[in-house]
């Protein structure tokens, strides 16, 4: 069974430009979350998706944005790039029913010069 | 607000010795509880993870937790590390089950000597 994927493997950027960040979940798997991996602040929980609507978002600016296709695959958008958005992204998927385990995809790393 | 914290940083230990890694949880309702491992530059692997019921569980790798309730702790247990067993340790507790977001320790990294 194929894990979670996520494309592209790196991605550079120059501030003020947009990022479009892209996963797929796990077969079967209805909910898809993103976290942001930075360098000092630890991982810290994104958005969060389930059967097409966004059902929760962290504390992070409007210009995070994202969204759920019918195929529960999942696109996480940046706009107006900041240096600090330099980061790995992480997206997991899940059964999207409590309890379930998230499973993590290896991840997107976005550098913004 | 939910919160978990790994109180050691970094820790060293020689191939074949024991490990023990320490989670600490603040959670009001009854916490969904998850270690995962992330080698350097991937994503995170799920290790075990604790829902209800019996308070030792087993994981891969030959990992295990201790979920204790009165010290608010689970911690992550291995009685013989292997080299590969190098990389970073995160703890989690999960909101509404884990159906909805994880909260992270900020991780403990493992070094193995040898």
């Known amino acids: 069974e194929a894990g979670v994927t996520q494309s592209p493997t790196h991605l550079i950027k120059t501030r003020g430009q947009q990022a479009t960040l892209r996963c797929s979940p796990i077969?079967?798997?209805?909910?898809v979350y993103w976290y942001q991996q930075a360098l000092g602040l630890g991982l810290q929980f994104l958005l969060w998706?389930?059967?097409?609507?966004?059902?929760n978002r962290g504390n992070f600016p409007p210009r995070f944005s994202g969204r759920q296709f019918p195929n529960y695959s999942s696109e996480l958008n940046v706009n107006a790039l900041e240096l600090e958005d330099s980061a790995l992204y992480l997206c997991?998927?899940?059964?999207?029913?409590?309890?379930?385990?998230?499973?993590f995809g290896p991840g997107t790393r976005l550098t913004v010069t | 607000a939910q919160s978990v914290t790994q109180p050691d940083i970094h820790i060293t230990v020689s191939e074949g010795a024991s490990l023990e890694l320490r989670c600490n949880y603040s959670?009001?309702?009854?916490?969904?509880l998850f270690w995962y491992v992330q080698s350097p530059g991937q994503g995170l692997q799920l290790l075990l993870k604790?829902?209800?019921?019996?308070?030792l569980v087993q994981g891969i790798k030959g990992f295990e937790a201790e979920f204790k309730r009165s010290q608010s702790s689970f911690n992550l247990r291995k009685p013989s590390v292997h080299w590969s067993d190098a990389a970073e340790y995160f703890c989690?507790?999960?909101?509404?089950?884990?159906?909805?977001?994880?909260?992270f320790g900020k991780g403990t990294k493992l070094t193995v000597n040898p």
């Open positions: 997991a998927s899940s059964l999207g029913r409590a309890p379930s385990e998230q499973y």
């Open positions: 077969s079967g798997h209805t909910s």
């Open positions: 998706y389930d059967e097409g609507e966004e059902r």
């Open positions: 959670y009001g309702a009854t916490p969904y």
């Open positions: 604790y829902f209800s019921g019996d308070t």
């Open positions: 989690a507790v999960g909101d509404q089950g884990g159906s909805e977001k994880l909260v």
